[in-house]
């Protein structure tokens, strides 16, 4: 999973600890929300200058924090693709 989308992860996960929504967080910092979708589809790349507006309204001190988030989110899509690999389904 590309950095990208491991932040986009982290985004959601937070959203929904947070009980908000992408349009909620999309209305709070001022993003279009069409343009708020493309980061999160991966359609347009993350700007730091983005992610930074993202912190206060997410409970996010600072960009590690954030970094952070999507690292456990990488890993998390890393041990389910291996989990994966080598089963078996029953027919």
């Known amino acids: 999973m590309d950095s990208n989308r491991c932040i986009s992860q982290a985004i959601r996960v937070r959203l929904v600890r947070l009980g ?3 349009n909620d967080l999309a209305d709070q910092v001022g993003i279009d929300q ?6 999160m589809n ?4 993350w700007r730091l200058s983005t992610l930074d507006d993202l912190l206060a309204p997410l409970k996010w001190k600072d960009l590690a924090e954030l970094a952070n988030a999507a690292e456990v989110e990488r890993e998390a899509a890393e041990a389910i693709a291996t989990s994966k690999v080598g089963t078996v389904q029953a027919a």
């Open 20 to 22: 908000k929504t992408q």
């Open 34 to 39: 069409t343009q708020f979708s493309g980061y």
């Open 42 to 45: 991966g359609k347009v790349g």
